[in-house]
């Protein structure tokens, strides 16, 4: 299976856009969405076009291919406009990969023997191993830090990938060596 994943909305139409352009231009099948969805919370910039209300109504179009965790500027009121489910966190088989979802804001809390962990929260991209644990980001779509790329994930049955919105791959990981650290 194809999977969109993305991170750090923040209500951004704009950026929302183009990642459902790349969900479309990539064949996903779901959406991973690994937290803060509408709000841009009180220490980030108002992002572009932030516009929730068009959003809301972009990922509800969508909403039985959506996968969500919480972030933490997520609010009662965003379940409430969203028809698809928002979990604190999520364990996920993703082609064969056991995988643990969260936002990232969490992390000291993550379960024992967890192997892989996709997460948002910092705006960084990044697909790397930390002591033996795969981390995957996919940095935000619509505020990012670091070297301020916008970018979202793609996942199939080979690799997991950061890209740009020109779609030029910026970190990558192999499925199969993932598959080795879990056994």
Not at 118 to 140: C, E, M, N, Q, W
């Amino acid at each position: 299976m194809k999977y969109l994943v993305i991170s750090d909305i923040h209500g951004s139409f704009k950026y929302l856009s183009k990642a459902l352009e790349a969900f479309n231009y990539f064949n996903c099948e779901k959406i991973i969405c690994l937290g803060d969805i509408l709000y841009h919370g009180p220490r980030n910039d108002l992002p572009e076009e932030y516009q929730p209300k068009q959003c809301i109504a972009a990922l509800n179009s969508l909403s039985d291919k959506i996968i969500a965790v919480k972030g933490n500027c997520e609010a009662e009121v965003d379940q409430m406009v969203l028809n698809f489910k928002i979990e604190d966190s999520h364990f996920e088989n993703i082609n064969g990969l056991n995988v643990y979802l969260t936002h990232g804001h969490h992390l000291e809390e993550v379960p024992a023997n967890v192997k892989i962990i996709f997460h948002g929260h910092d705006h960084l991209h990044k697909a790397t191993f930390i002591d033996g644990i795969f981390y995957f980001d996919p940095g935000s779509i619509s505020i990012p830090k670091g070297d301020k790329i916008h970018s979202f994930g793609i996942i199939d049955d080979i690799k997991i990938q950061v890209l740009d919105f020109n779609y030029n791959i910026l970190d990558e990981a192999l499925i199969d060596d993932l598959k080795k650290i879990e056994n």
